[in-house]
């Protein structure tokens, strides 16, 4: 069993940065791929980065890409959400989640946090 909890939401204005963090706890936390998803209420949960076990690989969404970076340090069973030049509708609850691969769809991440809201204004 792995459980996860995030941290690091908040209000901030737009063209800001925040960093959101994951702390892992459980067996073998760092054999499992890390990705961090969103979803707006009403909405279906949408797939933001992921990063590999090893942090070799990463994924963005094409809405996040050169904006969001997913930092990685194994020795704390950690994993960040670095957002940069955010936007208003970057706001969401963020959620991290773990799984065996490294991929952007739900069906592969089998842990999840209860998540952080980020609320960016105009």
């Known amino acids: 069993q792995v459980q996860l909890v995030e941290s690091g939401g908040g209000l901030v204005q737009a063209g800001g940065s925040l960093r959101l963090s994951c702390v892992a706890s459980?067996?073998?936390?760092?054999?499992?791929?890390m990705g961090w998803f969103r979803q707006i209420p009403g909405q279906e949960r949408e797939f933001v980065a992921t990063i590999s076990r090893g942090g070799g690989t990463t994924h963005f969404a094409d809405s996040v890409k050169g904006r969001f970076s997913i930092p990685r340090d194994n020795a704390n069973n950690t994993v960040y959400l670095q957002m940069n030049n955010l936007r208003p509708e970057d706001t969401a609850v963020y959620y991290c989640a773990a799984g065996g691969a490294v991929a952007s769809a739900r069906r592969h991440y089998s842990y999840w946090g209860r998540g952080t809201q980020v609320t960016v204004s105009s």
């Open positions: 459980g067996r073998f936390v760092n054999t499992y791929a």
